[in-house]
């Protein structure tokens, strides 16, 4: 996908996330994240925004502290003003990114073309999810994720975040699993082991403990850990199934 692409993707899914709140209370629990209430998902949503925003605006070459992610992100608001201060940053971000220029140098922390495209990628997936969420505490399934969209997002996941260093994904032994996608040219392979996990896009070729083969959209979800697997109905999990509980234990 192109950085503009993202930058839709994050408008669309923000505006999304704001129409399931505004239809839900503050304290409806959040399923999706058992500690949460919607009210907790919004402050959430609505700091990473603001924080993500710091780096390509600033131009930081280096992580904040947590004082200065703190002054980044501002006071957080009474229940009352939650909501709209959400959509201001939401807003203020779509800005932000749409206003950079391609070459900004700025920190991200995973590996991508450009800074920029970092960014509006992972606040386009981080969005995408969290509005997921939403509809969850509003008690009505939302649309589902684009088919595009949702395999980028397995992408990043699995490629970036689960190959990274602060993965948390490990085991004692060699395990494998395969991901593949049914609707699109999507197939991911993992080996875990007691090292961050090596991830190769294999063409569906090589063998697996356990083949995760679906929907991309139900992918997506399933991955990051907002579906559980026996509920995924179009998701077929052919092997060993144990390592859907490392993955929901470890992955996220």
């Not at 969005?127 to 649309?143: C, E, K, L």
């Amino acid at each position: 996908m192109e950085i503009t692409e993202h930058i839709d993707a994050l408008r669309h899914e923000g505006t999304r996330l704001a129409e399931a709140a505004a239809r839900t209370e503050l304290p409806a629990p959040v399923p999706t994240c058992p500690e949460w209430q919607l009210a907790d998902l919004l402050r959430h949503i609505g700091s990473v925004h603001r924080w993500a925003a710091a780096f390509p605006s600033r131009g930081l070459r280096e992580p904040l502290g947590e004082a200065d992610a703190q002054a980044a992100v501002g006071p957080l608001p009474s229940d009352a003003a939650l909501l709209d201060w959400y959509r201001e940053g939401h807003a203020a971000l779509l800005d932000t990114l749409t206003a950079a220029p391609a070459d900004v140098e700025c920190w991200s922390f995973l590996p991508a073309p450009s800074p920029l495209a970092f960014w509006a990628r992972r606040q386009a997936h981080e969005t995408a999810i969290h509005r997921h969420d939403a509809d969850a505490a509003a008690g009505v399934p939302g649309p589902t994720v684009d088919t595009t969209l949702a395999l980028d997002g397995i992408d990043e996941l699995l490629r970036g975040l689960m190959a990274g260093s602060r993965s948390k994904l490990r085991s004692d032994r060699p395990r494998t699993l395969r991901v593949r996608a049914t609707d699109g040219a999507g197939s991911w392979h993992l080996t875990i082991t007691q090292e961050p996990p090596a991830v190769t896009t294999d063409g569906g070729s090589e063998p697996a403990d356990l083949t995760l083969a679906g929907p991309a959209d139900e992918l997506y979800v399933l991955l990051w850990n907002r579906l559980p697997a026996r509920q995924a109905g179009k998701v077929q999990a052919i092997g060993d199934e144990g390592l859907l509980d490392l993955w929901r234990d470890a992955a996220i």
